[in-house]
Each structure stands twice: as C-alpha cells, then as structure tokens.
C-alpha cells in the first residue's frame, strides 16, 4: 500500500504548484513565462491534473462526498479546511501517516464529533483523496486560466494540437463541475473548427445536462459569428 495518496507525476511538479493555498500557487503561475520551457511543464502538469480528475470522476462519481461526515460538506468545511492547509499544506503532504494524524488531532476529532483509537485505513484513504481533489481541481483552473490568457498565443503548432487533442479528450469523461472550464479554452484554442466537436458534446445524450448546454452554447456562438460575417 503506498504511503503517498497522490499520483508521483504531480508530485513532481514544483513545490508552489502544489500548494493548497491559492494564494500561494495562483500567483506564481499568473505570472509564469509563456516561454517554451514552461510551456511544456504546464501542458504535462494539466495533463496530470485532468488524468487525475477523470480517474476520480469514474472511481468516485462526479460529485462524491467520498462517505465522509457531514462537517466535510456543511458550514464546519470552513474551519477543517484552515486545519488541512496548515498540516496538509502541499499534495506532497497527503501521506497515509499525515492524513491519519492530522484526524486524531483533539479539535479536528472534535469537530467531525467522532472518538476513536485510531481511523480506519479506508476513512484515511477516503480523506486523503477528498483533499488532493481539492488541492487539483485549484491547480486544474489555474493552469487553465493561464493557458488561455497567457500562452494561447505563444503556442506552436504541436502545442496547441497537443492542448487542444487533451481537452477534447478528456472533457467528456470529467465532472461536468469541470467541462464547463475546458469548454471555452477548447474554443478559445481551436475556434470555429471546433464547432462539430461542440455539436458532438451538446448532442451526447450520456454527458450531463450541463455539459451539453455549456457546449451547446459554444456552437451558437460560432453560429452567430459567422451569420454576421
């Protein structure tokens, strides 16, 4: 059983991209050179992310609670969420070991109101993964954001087929939560071309409603483009 509850290919990434705290990861790529070395560290890293997004998505479902108690979902998220950024601050940090002690520290026990020797390898497991979730779907939209608004125009040719074929690939099997983020980087990239794959999506009646919305509304935007042309 591995100690690290995360994929190693994100665990390679630099430490900042990996961090909880958007302050601290969202600056550092805003501002990233749109150079090609960075290029490339950014379209591997969204790769790592969307795998992970699509594995969860298909092991979990598309919106989980990963059988957790309620205080991961209601008002009490608020304040686990300060106790898992300072012990838990990186991906780096979802161990097995740091996962279990974090939820035999006496307020976090308090909070989810539970008493117990010790937690069970599959509650270890299950919040483990609730907490790289999170921590990726940050960085996923980071890495979005900054493929649209700051690289798009300094991809090559095999850059942008490489994005594009990544996002194309992978959206119909992500959590709709998250097609609605790559669907209009799909536009943005590859534009009015990529309108039969917006009519694929919107026409998929196994995609979520939303998803096909979100793409429907991407083929009309082209549709209306090219009526007023």
């Not at 779907?137 to 594009?164: F, K, M, P, Q, S």
């Not at 790559?182 to 009646?205: C, H, M």
Request: charged share 30%.
């Amino acid at each position: 059983m591995s100690e690290s509850l995360v994929p190693p290919e994100l665990l390679a990434l630099p430490p900042s991209w990996q961090a909880a705290e958007s302050g601290r990861r969202h600056p550092v790529i805003r501002d990233l050179p749109a150079d090609p070395e960075h290029r490339a560290l950014a379209l591997s890293a969204l790769e790592a992310c969307l795998a992970f997004q699509v594995n969860s998505a298909a092991r979990y479902g598309d919106d989980p609670n990963w059988g957790l108690p309620e205080a991961f979902s209601n008002d009490d998220w608020f304040l686990l969420q300060i106790r898992l950024k300072r012990r838990l601050p990186t991906l780096a940090d979802v161990t097995r070991t740091k996962v279990r002690d974090w939820l035999q520290e006496d307020d976090v026990a308090e909070i989810l109101d539970v008493t117990w020797t010790e937690p069970s390898d599959e509650f270890v497991e299950a919040v483990g993964q609730m907490w790289a979730t999170f921590i990726v779907n940050g960085l996923t939209e980071d890495l979005l954001r900054w493929l649209e608004l700051v690289a798009r125009d300094h991809l090559d040719v095999v850059e942008r087929a490489r994005a594009l074929d990544l996002l194309k690939t992978t959206t119909p099997r992500l959590p709709w939560g998250y097609t609605i983020e790559t669907i209009p980087v799909i536009l943005s990239l590859g534009g009015s071309a990529e309108r039969p794959y917006f009519d694929q999506l919107a026409n998929d009646p196994d995609l979520h409603e939303k998803t096909r919305a979100e793409a429907a509304s991407k083929r009309w935007l082209i549709d209306s483009k090219r009526a007023r042309a």
